[in-house]
């Protein structure tokens, strides 16, 4: 600074003095000495392009963007050459929000030096904020093929390739980052982000701990640690590292919400009330502020929520997957045409499409393993498309073979699966995830077919303007409640809640293959109340009752699953504060599914949580013949259990309407040995008979709920409400006899 201060002493008329000396306080942080500088080089020389461009730089960086257009307009009016200018013009015209001239400033950079990697990128990032994802893509590459040490282009198209689902490359362009760069936090929290996604949380886990080795305030790197732990199932570290994120951001949406899902998980009730409060108003504040709620749609459906708030959530996270549709920049699709299906000839059936992550060992296919094999061929060609890789079990190879198409689709884009859907021209198309892990709702989003339906996967609404119907039935979905779902219901005769038992698990119904008591430590002379569900699913209402009734029943039991374990101990401690002995609650661990079901057949009398049901655990305890209790509320969650019940025939000796009815018919069932008696026998001798397990006879009625869609499609009328009945005049099952 001095020799430069000197030089212009003994030359006053000296630009490139004042421009090296504005440059100078410019570096040490005095931009009035830096403007005053530029200002006198350009007196000196007043065709001084750098000049202008350093002094339009120093007004960009105060936020005067109006005064860095305008230099930067006269550098390049002096140099019409001047690249760095056009490029900068170009960012101070994108903030002001003049995007198409900043795309004209970056496209003239490019065009004197097609191999500049600031305008390649900045191209890249407006058409990335577009949703032109293949656009900018093509940008963030242009740049990578002409210089390295850049770690933003690998990052945005990490980014881009994440929102295609396509994890290989996107962890490839992290691990790029993190070559150049291996301190980035940012990059250690996104890779690990996607590790979790795709499900090697321990390696999510790792690169956690490694962001916040190296940036130990980064709060979202606490807070997604705490979501790998919970995923993992060491709940106790997820609640601690959440209060950390907690204590280095307090207003932190993401981490509150999350927080209290844990504590729920594991019963820990103290702050509930406070926090359910605290939560409902954030959620309430995103909604008005276009922000995507922090708490999921599939959280929503087991919490105290209004059900005009979870039908609200579901609306955003159905606006994002819109959203997320539109980066693809696919064209409208051309759907099959409205025509009758004639089953005249065999060639000409109704086209349907099941969408799922879930074909494999999951619950869904072992409730519906049988059903894609079991539409009737005549009329119906099924098409199964997997967006998870074969995971080798049982469950994935019966569905593989008795489907009768079969399209693993994991490895694909979501326009890729869309485009293969419209092509296989699919005339009703089945999502079978709805919220939960798996999803990729983009793809019902990009409409690739004309009818698009929401089924089992998710029992409640999607809030999805692309999703015509609901399939469910009377009781679950009312008509009266149609106001809380965004689509239209569909009711099946019976219940809407398959399950494939009769041909998958006859052999737990042989009375030479029961199990005992003494089997899992289970007291032969107390009479064992039993709830196999998520410890999610339970509130203090309920617990209270359930204490209430091991009060009332004298040498009665609780028995209850380790799922978690970490809140087994929370629920003892509960339990003894409302004066129940120790002995009274039971604790085992969750067991493989055949087992499970005949463990339960053990038991005495189940008790349902109503604030979410047990919906297959409910399919599961009914099948061992073993009768519940179940109070069903408003939101579809709140009353499968119900409706399982009456499929079976006897569901009004298990339904009751308030929670004091709850008590008092647990507990008389419990005190009248020859009443409970009678229903056990009655619900284990119509097991084979029943509607409830009656495979063949649901996906008939569910074969006429497809051909009813289709007509009402065909006669050019919008989707209604329809309810399915087991006659085939409404519903043409067999045309073709």
């Not at 954030?282 to 995507?292: A, D, G, K, T, Y």
């Not at 005009?308 to 064209?331: D, G, N, Q, W």
């Amino acid at each position: 600074m001095e020799m430069f201060q000197e030089a212009v002493k003994l030359k006053p008329s000296f630009p490139d003095a004042y421009l090296n000396l504005g440059n100078v306080y410019k570096g040490l942080g005095r931009p009035q000495e830096a403007i005053a500088c530029y200002q006198r080089a350009i007196q000196s020389r007043p065709n001084y392009s750098i000049a202008y461009g350093n002094l339009a730089s120093t007004y960009y960086e105060r936020g005067q963007l109006d005064l860095a257009i305008l230099h930067y307009k006269q550098a390049i009016s002096f140099d019409p050459r001047f690249l760095e200018a056009y490029n900068n013009l170009g960012n101070a015209l994108k903030d002001v929000g003049r995007v198409d001239e900043a795309i004209q400033c970056y496209s003239q950079c490019l065009s004197l030096q097609p191999s500049h990697p600031q305008a390649l990128t900045n191209l890249g990032n407006i058409y990335m904020e577009w949703n032109m994802s293949a656009a900018a893509a093509s940008y963030y590459k242009a740049t990578l093929a002409v210089t390295t040490g850049l770690s933003a282009p690998f990052n945005n198209l990490a980014v881009i390739y994440k929102q295609q689902g396509n994890y290989a490359d996107a962890i490839s362009c992290y691990n790029e980052v993190l070559r150049i760069d291996p301190s980035a936090a940012d990059g250690l929290v996104n890779r690990g982000n996607t590790y979790k996604e795709i499900g090697r949380v321990t390696e999510a886990i790792q690169d956690y701990i490694r962001a916040i080795t190296v940036r130990p305030t980064m709060a979202e790197a606490h807070a997604n640690l705490a979501s790998a732990y919970k995923d993992s199932g060491h709940v106790e570290a997820a609640v601690k590292s959440y209060r950390q994120a907690l204590l280095l951001r307090p207003e932190f949406p993401e981490a509150t919400c999350n927080l209290l899902h844990t504590l729920q998980c594991v019963c820990s009730w103290e702050e509930r009330d406070m926090m359910f409060n605290e939560v409902e108003g954030i959620i309430r504040r995103q909604i008005n502020s276009s922000v995507l709620p922090s708490v999921q749609p599939f959280h929503a459906i087991a919490y105290p929520l209004d059900p005009m708030l979870a039908l609200e959530i579901s609306r955003k996270y159905a606006a994002h997957c819109s959203m997320v549709a539109t980066r693809f920049a696919l064209p409208p699709f051309n759907h099959p045409s409205p025509i009758p299906i004639k089953c005249d000839h065999g060639s000409e059936r109704l086209r349907i499409g099941y969408v799922s992550s879930d074909f494999g060992n999951h619950p869904l296919s072992h409730l519906m393993g049988s059903v894609f094999g079991m539409h009737n061929r005549t009329n119906i060609e099924v098409f199964c498309y997997a967006l998870s890789a074969n995971d080798g079990t049982e469950w994935r190879q019966r569905i593989q073979s008795e489907a009768e198409h079969f399209i693993d689709v994991s490895s694909m884009s979501s326009d890729m699966i869309a485009k293969l859907i419209n092509e296989d021209k699919i005339q009703i198309l089945i999502n079978l995830n709805g919220y939960t892990k798996g999803a990729r709702n983009e793809i019902f989003a990009m409409r690739p077919a004309p009818i698009q339906v929401s089924y089992m996967g998710f029992p409640g609404t999607t809030g999805a303007t692309y999703i015509d119907y609901l399939v469910t039935d009377e009781f679950v979905s009312p008509v009266k409640y149609a106001h809380i779902y965004s689509e239209k219901l569909v009711h099946l005769p019976h219940c809407y809640f398959v399950n494939d038992y009769k041909q998958k698990n006859l052999d737990v119904l042989d009375p030479n293959c029961q199990h005992k008591r003494s089997d899992y430590g289970l007291p032969e002379d107390k009479f064992i109340f039993a709830c196999f569900n998520q410890l999610y699913k339970m509130d203090p209402e309920i617990f209270n009752t359930w204490c209430n009734i091991l009060k009332r029943v004298p040498n009665s039991a609780l028995w209850l699953l380790r799922f978690p374990a970490a809140g087994e101990m929370r629920l003892r401690a509960y339990a003894a504060a409302q004066g129940v002995q120790p002995d009274q609650i039971i604790f085992t661990d969750v067991a493989m599914k055949q087992e499970h079901i005949r463990r339960s057949a053990l038991a005495d009398l189940f008790l349902d949580t109503p604030l979410c049901n047990a919906h297959t655990t409910g399919t599961d305890i009914l099948w061992a013949g073993l009768p519940m209790v179940t109070l069903p509320l408003e939101k579809m969650a709140t009353r499968v259990a119900g409706s399982l019940c009456l499929a079976t025939g006897i569901g009004d000796e298990m339904i009751v309407s308030s929670m004091k009815e709850y008590e008092e018919r647990a507990v008389s069932l419990a005190l009248s040995q020859p009443k409970l008696q009678a229903l056990t026998n009655k619900l284990k001798s119509i097991r084979l008979t029943c509607p409830l397990f009656d495979t063949t006879r649901w996906v008939k009625n569910l074969d006429r709920a497809y051909f009813k869609m289709w007509s009402i499609y065909c006669a050019g009328q919008e989707p209604h409400h329809f309810k399915v009945a087991e006659n085939d005049s409404e519903f043409p099952y067999d045309r073709s006899s």
